[in-house]
């Protein structure tokens, strides 16, 4: 039964080639991201980070099929990509279950769009569900679920259909640090289990590392890969690895490339001719001395 | 865990239903007080502004339903002002439903049609009552005409409402699950707005109401609000406050009937 779901994905390459994309505005087109060339091989796991507004999220809805690229191609497979479909999952940062349907419900619902029938649906609704610890669930409506279990459930509804790659934007962005670890952990296995291509984005720099296989750092806008780092540690990954010397090295060098590029994108370094225009009394020191 | 046996359950019962059992008192107390102040006044005659002199006390409103439950005429107004209801309203709730639902959707239908149903909206629905009897050939079509009306834009005004407000991102997600124009519409667009399509049906159930009331009063010849007029020009004063009251029951049996559909439809809204 688990072989139909976790046979499929021998493919699912993703090359984003000089992509670039602007936003029509009011004051002339924003330029969200320019020339970014990433690529996610079948069965890897790559993270994005960034600063805020980098054009993370543009990247991947370009990936999705929601925006078509200004510049560059976008192809799955050695196919353009032209609008959204099943073969690309996504998990939003939104909780974006549909309230009206049982979690079961929710999960049948790429299968159901694929024309399968009842029984076949219930049955790998129910596989994933269990995969996933959601068994005891399955009859409950969205409005009754936790956070983390939302999620969970949205994970587990883009994985039904079986597509080549899992796209994710900030899923856990609104969870609490222990869920947000569980729900790490819940990633990492059904994503050996299906061996499925997953793009991931985030601006938590050890939640990169500790799921990826290569993370790639952005610049501030508009968006361009500044670096592209491999992440060599072994699998599988437990929680303790996060205090190895590995990791914090890791950890150190993409914390100053993106804190090199959140600076920017906020504007500049706090300078010195801005501090001295204060003058505020810190125990006789001024408060530039502090800085 | 949880203790087996009638007592339990019935302590248990009572600790989850305490605050419904609260209000169901506190309103018939309040009923009751009601019917108490409507005795009073009317038995004492009172005249304070308003006069009571010849409105009807409860004893004669009783005596005269009493009366009216052996007269099979009575019933007969009551199922033909129920009739009009069941038409008028199935029919725009069958025509306002899915227009809204298209108009939502799509942008050059909401752009050629809006701006019609905009003006014709504020027309209360017994302004077209001449033009009812001039489209209709019978009283009755006339009659089922404004009836529909009246519930028509509510209904109409809240689908839209409820399309406007779906969440870009369900439409989103159900697209990345290989969902297309049709199954969108059916899966995604229609159950985020039938909260707002059941608002729209139960306030749409009030101004039908009021409509057809209406209508019966001016131009009907049977119906529960023609009874009412009736009584008034026969000086019958207590079947006027029986044809009120048997409005307002009818009225707040429809809307009841319309609420619990909608609880059916909608498991997952526990509003
Ligand atoms: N529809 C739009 N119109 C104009 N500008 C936009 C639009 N959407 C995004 N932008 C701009 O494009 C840039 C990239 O946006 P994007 O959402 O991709 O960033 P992000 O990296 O996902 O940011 P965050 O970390 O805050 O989610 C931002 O600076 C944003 O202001
Ligand atoms: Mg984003």
Redesign the pocket.
């Known amino acids: 039964m688990s072989e139909t779901i976790a046979s499929q994905p021998t493919k699912g390459f993703v090359d984003v080639r000089n992509f670039g994309l602007s936003?029509?505005?009011l004051e002339g087109p924003?330029e969200?991201?320019c020339n970014a060339s990433i690529h996610v091989n079948p069965g890897e796991f790559v993270s994005i980070v960034?600063?805020?507004?980098?054009?993370?999220?543009?990247?991947l809805?370009a990936v999705a099929g929601f925006l078509k690229p200004s510049e560059g191609d976008v192809t799955l497979d050695g196919e353009a990509i032209d609008g959204p479909s099943a073969d690309r999952g996504i998990v939003f940062q939104q909780y974006s279950l549909f309230p009206w349907k049982t979690v079961k419900g929710n999960v049948e619902f790429g299968l159901k769009m694929k024309h399968l029938d009842k029984s076949s649906r219930d049955r790998a609704a129910r596989t994933l569900l269990g995969l996933a610890g959601l068994t005891a669930f399955e009859n409950k409506y969205p409005d009754s679920l936790s956070g983390g279990m939302k999620q969970r459930v949205g994970i587990v509804r883009a994985l039904a259909t079986g597509p080549k790659v899992l796209l994710l934007?900030?899923p856990f962005g609104a969870l609490d640090a222990q869920t947000r670890v569980i729900m790490q952990q819940i990633l990492t296995n059904m994503w050996q289990r299906l061996k499925i291509s997953v793009l991931f984005?985030t601006?938590d720099i050890d939640e990169a590392i500790f799921l990826s296989d290569r993370v790639y750092c952005?610049t501030a806008?508009p968006?361009t890969i500044k670096a592209e780092i491999k992440i060599p540690l072994e699998r599988p990954r437990q929680q303790s690895m996060m205090m190895s010397s590995e990791f914090l090295g890791l950890r150190r060098g993409l914390m100053s490339l993106i804190r090199e590029e959140s600076i920017k994108a906020m504007g500049g370094e706090l300078n010195d001719l801005a501090l001295d225009g204060l003058s505020i009394d810190l125990n006789g020191q001024s408060l530039a001395d502090v800085v | 865990m949880a203790q087996v046996g009638v007592w339990p359950y019935l302590t248990r019962w009572y600790l989850v239903n305490r605050g419904g059992l609260r209000a169901v008192l506190i309103g018939a107390i309040s009923l009751v007080l009601f019917l108490l102040a409507w005795h009073l006044l009317t038995i004492y005659r009172v005249v304070f502004f308003v006069r009571f002199t010849n409105v009807p006390s409860p004893a004669a409103v009783y005596e005269s339903l009493t009366r009216a439950m052996h007269d099979t005429k009575f019933f007969m107004h009551v199922m033909l002002s129920c009739r009009r209801i069941l038409f008028g309203f199935a029919l725009a709730a069958i025509i306002a439903v899915p227009l809204g639902l298209v108009m939502g959707r799509f942008k050059l239908v909401h752009e050629i049609l809006f701006p019609v149903t905009e003006i014709l909206r504020p027309i209360p629905a017994i302004a077209w009552v001449p033009i009812a009897i001039m489209l209709w050939p019978t009283n009755e079509q006339s009659i089922v005409f404004i009836t529909f009306l009246g519930a028509f834009f509510p209904v109409l005004v809240n689908t839209l409402h409820g399309m406007s407000l779906v969440d870009p991102v369900l439409v989103r997600a159900s697209q990345c699950l290989g969902a297309r124009e049709v199954s969108i519409f059916r899966e995604v667009y229609f159950p985020a707005s039938l909260p707002h399509i059941f608002t729209g049906l139960t306030v749409g159930m009030g101004v039908a109401w009021v409509s057809l009331i209406a209508a019966e009063m001016i131009s009907g010849q049977f119906g529960i609000g023609y009874f009412t007029w009736e009584a008034y020009s026969l000086v019958q004063y207590a079947d006027i406050a029986l044809g009120m009251i048997c409005i307002g029951i009818l009225g707040l049996g429809s809307s009841a009937l319309i609420r619990g559909l909608g609880r059916l439809v909608m498991p997952w809204n526990r509003t």
């Open positions: 936003y029509p505005t924003v969200a991201v960034g600063p805020s507004g980098c054009g993370k999220s543009t990247l809805n934007d900030e984005v601006h952005m806008r968006g």
